[in-house]
């Protein structure tokens, strides 16, 4: 499952499928397409309904076997699932194209016995979420943003998932008796401008609970905005009915944030789902997390972005993966994921590139991860570097201060300092992409 971490010539995945081809499209790999054939069929025409999808989840080892018959790894999954429950909607274990987690479906929502790894520098709740909580179910960690734990349950449990200490421990939403303390709370602090309905997956509530807990956060005047976090449109897109957008869309602003991960996610079925919600006034982001095997190359992650632009998702934010205790062997080093931004800038529309974040253990919030793109300043000018490696020299409005003098003439060969300096004002490699395009227009 390990690959070579070298982004100039490794994970060039060209001979894979298109995106929103590679879940029809069968086997890829070396081994047989493991899916049932007959798991469509003994849905009997319920595959499209989401409540079916919901209650025939994949929920233990054996029913595992049922699904896949070649699957053999059983072995010591007990200790994990008593652990890190386990559940697979049919349509996400259909996605599965190889019964091993080189596999980015199968990775993701197999369980591993590496989740029972424990290094010390892991915890439970390493954004100390529950010291944030002014009351339960309520996360006021930003000035002016609070999340509501609306429910515990997933449709799918990902293994890497940050609230493994909440997600499927008990299936359970929230109850009256908390949403009226949680809006008690907002009115209180009127602050608060972005409620974000999290858990759990709040999509998996019926929509009638869930139009309870939109229309109490509502009758507090204070709140702009409303942000639910799904991970539905990627595992259980069946979900995203009319009925459903339908509903939301009398508690405009609604924002949807959802999380997919890898271009084998991105089918007509979560095309459909996300089509829906954008059409209903929806703006859909995307939360990725950078997962070792998973994603952590840059030809993925272009093939995810560009997949989701199609289908007017906004890639938001890439997450560096949390301290989280059970998910040690998906965590990659920071560098892998500048290499990431390092590949997609300039390749791509500022559109389709997400912010790399790291979420601050203990509490620290989302802080955002760049490749240096500033190379040195001097009181008159700022040295950029832009994708190409060009240097570019940028003035300051105010040049002539006086610290003009401390610039040494150019005697030496070009370089920053002759940038920095105001003497130069770009240095670029000697034969750019782009260059040459000019001259063969000229
Ligand atoms: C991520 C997060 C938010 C929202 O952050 P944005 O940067 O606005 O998307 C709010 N509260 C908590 C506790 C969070 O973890
Ligand atoms: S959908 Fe979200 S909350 Fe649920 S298991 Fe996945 S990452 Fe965790």
């Not at 609970?209 to 507090?220: C, D, F, G, M, P």
């Not at 979420?359 to 919030?365: L, M, N, S, V």
């Not at 003439?409 to 260059?435: C, D, F, K, T, Y």
Request: charged letters at 20%.
């Amino acid at each position: 499952m390990q690959k070579m971490h070298i982004l100039s010539d490794s994970l060039d995945q060209a001979d894979e499928p298109p995106p929103l081809a590679a879940a029809e499209s069968g086997e890829t790999g070396t081994e047989v397409c493991p899916v049932s054939p007959d798991a469509r069929a003994q849905a009997n025409g319920s595959w499209e309904d989401w409540k079916w999808q919901m209650s025939n989840r994949i929920r233990g080892a054996a029913h595992l076997l049922n699904f896949f018959p070649h699957f053999k790894n059983t072995l010591s999954l007990g200790s994990v699932i008593k652990k890190y429950p386990l559940a697979i909607t049919p349509y996400y274990a259909s996605l599965i194209q190889r019964l091993d987690a080189s596999d980015p479906i199968y990775a993701q929502c197999v369980p591993q016995v590496e989740e029972l790894q424990n290094p010390a520098c892991l915890s439970e709740d390493p954004l100390e979420e529950n010291e944030d909580m002014p009351v339960p179910g309520l996360v006021h960690r930003y000035p002016d943003r609070a999340l509501v734990i609306a429910t515990t349950t997933c449709s799918m449990y990902c293994r890497h998932c940050t609230r493994k200490r909440v997600a499927g421990t008990r299936e359970v939403s929230i109850s009256s008796g908390r949403l009226r303390q949680i809006v008690t709370y907002l009115r209180a602090h009127p602050e608060i401008y972005d409620v974000i309905i999290s858990g759990g997956d709040p999509l998996t509530m019926s929509t009638e609970a869930l139009e309870r807990v939109l229309s109490a956060i509502r009758t507090v005047p204070s709140v702009g905005v409303i942000r639910i976090g799904t991970r539905t449109p990627v595992v259980l897109p069946q979900r995203i009915t009319e009925e459903l957008v339908g509903m939301l869309r009398k508690y405009h602003p609604i924002w949807v944030n959802t999380h997919f991960n890898h271009p084998n996610e991105l089918t007509e079925a979560s095309q459909q789902a996300c089509g829906r919600l954008a059409d209903a006034g929806v703006p859909v982001g995307n939360q990725s997390v950078l997962l070792r095997g998973v994603n952590d190359s840059g030809p993925v992650m272009e093939r995810l972005c560009r997949g989701l632009i199609r289908m007017r998702v906004r890639p938001y934010y890439l997450f560096q993966c949390d301290l989280v205790k059970g998910v040690e062997h998906f965590r990659t080093p920071l560098s892998r994921g500048i290499e990431i931004m390092e590949y997609l800038r300039g390749r791509m529309s500022g559109i389709a590139i997400p912010q790399y974040v790291v979420d601050a253990p203990h509490g620290g919030g989302k802080i955002p991860i760049l490749p240096n793109y500033i190379v040195s300043m001097s009181p008159t000018h700022t040295v950029l570097r832009n994708f190409e490696g060009m240097l570019v020299a940028y003035p300051e409005p105010y040049g002539g201060t006086g610290y003009w003098d401390n610039v040494p003439s150019g005697q030496s060969a070009p370089g920053v300092w002759e940038l920095a300096g105001g003497l130069n004002s770009h240095i670029e490699p000697v034969s750019l992409a782009r260059m040459n395009r000019r001259c063969a227009h000229a």
